[in-house]
């Protein structure tokens, strides 16, 4: 009480200051129980689906059970991704490998370096995670730092004379920094990053890359926090692998491209 009549008595400077605060107080508490709330979207998800609670078993639970329950989780989303025409991605954790599947049949795969999941994933009880990776997951967004279908500009020649100046043949070892990150469904982010930043230019592109990503969500969370709307959360995958694997695989995919995951 001696605090509000003494803040009263306060010029409107200091009383601004307390105000803003108290308002950025507010405003990293929203963030920092996001994850929570993550949490509970996906319990809701599960609670929702009455069919998935009568098929689900708790025996599914046990140490022994649940390493198959995962494993045909991720049979029944290969399944279902087979029905799609085009080339889609498949992330399996299991061995360790970003592959591309087109109508059920493996035709690339690529050994991951190393693989980063994000907290959310480690605490997430079982049956979260065969209700959201028993189906393949729509990419919402694609953000990269290469582009999806480089064009280069020819002018034909106007006499033979020219001819043998013009020509121009594509030089496979430039490799332009390559990142890239997938929005999926569910707020779900897989971010796919070159193994090796040796150059200034590999580094610079990268803070460029994850300072674009922090200032998106960053927005985003001002704009949830302006309108009282909940703080969205998106758990994070991070895979390393060749930079020519990882230039080959965002420019095969799709624009409205699916993914399996199975972590």
Not at 177 to 189: E, N, R, T
Request: proline residues 6%; contains cysteine; glycine residues 2%.
């Amino acid at each position: 009480m001696n605090f509000v009549k003494s803040l009263y008595r306060q010029n409107w400077k200091i009383k601004l200051l307390y105000l803003s605060l108290a308002i950025l107080f507010l405003f990293f508490v929203s963030l920092a129980i996001a994850p929570a709330l993550k949490m509970r979207e996906f319990k809701s998800l599960v609670n929702s689906d009455s069919l998935f609670i009568q098929r689900y078993d708790p025996v599914f639970n046990h140490p022994e059970m649940s390493p198959l329950v995962k494993e045909k989780a991720f049979k029944e989303a290969l399944l279902k991704l087979a029905e799609h025409d085009s080339i889609q991605m498949v992330l399996d954790g299991s061995d360790s490998t970003v592959n591309l599947y087109l109508k059920g049949v493996r035709i690339h795969q690529v050994p991951i370096e190393a693989l980063k999941k994000d907290k959310l994933f480690k605490h997430m009880p079982l049956n979260q995670k065969v209700m959201l990776f028993s189906q393949p997951l729509s990419v919402q967004s694609q953000t990269a730092t290469i582009e999806k279908e480089p064009v280069v500009v020819r002018y034909a020649p106007k006499n033979e004379q020219e001819a043998p100046l013009t020509a121009w043949q594509p030089d496979t070892l430039i490799q332009n920094p390559a990142f890239v990150c997938f929005s999926m469904d569910h707020g779900i982010q897989i971010i796919l990053e070159q193994t090796n930043n040796l150059t200034l230019q590999d580094k610079w592109q990268k803070f460029k890359f994850h300072t674009q990503l922090k200032w998106i969500h960053t927005n985003r969370a001002i704009f949830n926090f302006v309108r009282l709307k909940k703080q969205e959360y998106h758990p994070v995958i991070t895979i390393k692998i060749p930079v020519d694997d990882l230039q080959a695989i965002y420019r095969a995919l799709p624009n409205e491209a699916f993914m399996v995951i199975n972590i």
